[in-house]
């Protein structure tokens, strides 16, 4: 991911279903099908064409703005960190829709999900999960998240 940050490429679908495991230390990132390349004037993307998106992944801004950027990059990586570390059935839709209440539907579980995130709420760290960089990932401030750079930085030291 740092790699394709360097490139000012956006991702917008990090996620564990797009990621082919090569070794214990090294996955590859795959369906680059919602990727995006940032402006030369501007650290984000805004998208305009309307269609499904995966929004359990997605960062505050970009539910709210449709604003994409490395940091909201990095926010879908700190939610790929909880199901790494989690059980199959705890998925992060249906994580935030035990909190939310399994009885929204549609454009409401937007408006829920976009209250529960600012209201501070995050998915919690599961056994294993290092709680301080998925937390630091999820920082409401895109520009306050680390970069790619420094999570690998700290989780090759947490191995």
């Given at each position: 991911?740092?790699?394709?940050a360097?490139k ?16 214990e ?11 995006k390349?940032?402006?030369?004037d501007?650290?984000?993307y805004?998208?305009?064409e309307p ?15 449709s ?6 990059d990095?926010?879908s ?12 059935n705890?998925?992060?839709p ?27 709420y ?12 998925s937390?630091?990932?999820?920082n ?20």
């Open positions: 991911m740092d790699y394709l360097t000012r490429y956006i991702h917008r679908d990090l996620a564990t279903r797009n990621i082919l495991v090569e070794s230390l090294r996955v590859k990132i795959g369906d680059f099908g919602l990727t390349v940032l402006p030369q501007k650290e984000y805004t998208v305009r269609g499904e998106s995966p929004i359990f992944w997605y960062a505050p801004e970009s539910l709210t703005e604003k994409f950027s490395v940091g909201s990095v926010w990586f700190g939610v790929v960190l909880y199901e790494l570390f989690s059980d199959k705890c998925s992060p249906a994580a935030f829709m035990d909190k939310m209440g399994s009885d929204k539907q549609g454009q409401m579980i937007v408006y829920h999900l976009i209250d529960l995130l600012k209201r501070g995050r998915l919690p760290a599961p056994k294993g999960c290092p709680e301080e960089v937390l630091s990932c999820w409401i401030d895109p520009v306050l998240r680390p970069t790619f750079k420094k999570l690998n930085t700290q989780l090759l030291m947490k191995c």
